[in-house]
């Protein structure tokens, strides 16, 4: 009874359940857990890493991603993974991942991605079941014109805001076929009017920072290749809108998706261009910290060697 009264009160936006310590804090941790690339090291990495964020002194979590890419795009499996979640005793936050639904293909052979995409949204985004805790959150599904889109969601604490964005790592889940972008062509403009929603409130409320949790990297072009041709660059328009959002932003805007080589953030830093950074996630929990008085605001936390080596 106590979470469900605990559930409702975050549902309903009230910030008297959030610690006023934590929520004007100048210097908090967070963790963030991406998932493994193959389906036999799922589950012990997640538990791991949820294990390991339970023990530290986090304000919350938020999972970039829920399966590896070659696990099935089954019911049975979603419903496993959100019961594994839900043992998280810190508040988390699930993120999109392209594994989780837009590389889904259907026993015909073909993309059941929007498919997925819908049923996800239904699994795992109904009854907020990663905010036991009682941090507001802001969903886009708030706004009439964007009501499936619950997935993107924004929180605030101590100074900086932040958020999540579908953003799928298979070039944004661009399908070149003829007639068949309108799941793309729809959520670009979603997307368009998060970024922007979200830039809005970060300025009038002088925050100094912006972090947004992504699959793929919208600052990189998608990788081209004999075996795999892009045609369209799919993150072109995101790109571009962040790049104009940042250049307005006094503060810093930092980009946290996961990296399209599971090995090459094993020694994670923030890469930044200005007053925009980027930082890559391999398999498993990275913890950060914010710290107002330094210029960097944001800075990576070395994990202990036993989570380094389960990562490789």
Not at 174 to 202: C, K, P, Q, T
């Amino acid at each position: 009874m106590k979470r469900q009264l605990l559930r409702y009160a975050a549902l309903c936006g009230f910030s008297l359940l959030l610690p006023q310590a934590a929520a004007n804090a100048k210097e908090f941790s967070f963790a963030v857990i991406s998932p493994p690339v193959k389906a036999a090291m799922t589950e012990g990495i997640l538990s791991e890493a949820i294990d390991q964020a339970d023990s530290g002194n986090l304000a919350f979590i938020v999972a970039n991603g829920i399966k590896a890419a070659d696990e099935p795009c089954t019911d049975s499996l979603y419903s496993d993974r959100k019961t594994l979640l839900q043992t998280a005793r810190k508040d988390l936050i699930v993120s999109l991942a392209a594994s989780d639904w837009a590389k889904c293909i259907g026993e015909n052979g073909r993309s059941s991605a929007a498919a997925k995409l819908n049923r996800v949204r239904e699994l795992f985004f109904t009854d907020e079941f990663f905010f036991d805790g009682g941090i507001p959150v802001i969903r886009q599904s708030a706004t009439a014109k964007f009501r499936s889109y619950v997935e993107n969601a924004r929180w605030e604490m101590g100074n900086i805001m932040f958020a999540t964005l579908n953003l799928p790592s298979n070039n944004n889940h661009y399908v070149f076929d003829a007639g068949r972008n309108s799941e793309f062509e729809d959520r670009l403009i979603a997307n368009r009017d998060w970024l922007h929603r979200i830039y809005i409130y970060a300025m009038r409320k002088k925050l100094a920072g912006i972090v947004l949790f992504c699959d793929g990297n919208p600052l990189s072009p998608p990788a081209n290749s004999a075996d795999s041709p892009v045609r369209r660059d799919g993150f072109v328009e995101t790109r571009r809108y962040l790049m104009n959002l940042a250049a307005k932003f006094p503060g810093k805007i930092l980009i946290i998706h996961n990296a399209e080589d599971s090995r090459a953030s094993l020694l994670p830093a923030i890469t930044w261009h200005r007053n925009m950074g980027e930082l890559a996630l391999a398999p498993g929990l990275l913890r950060l910290t914010v710290k107002s008085s330094s210029p960097a605001l944001f800075v990576v936390i070395k994990e202990p060697p036993h989570a380094a080596n389960h990562r490789q």
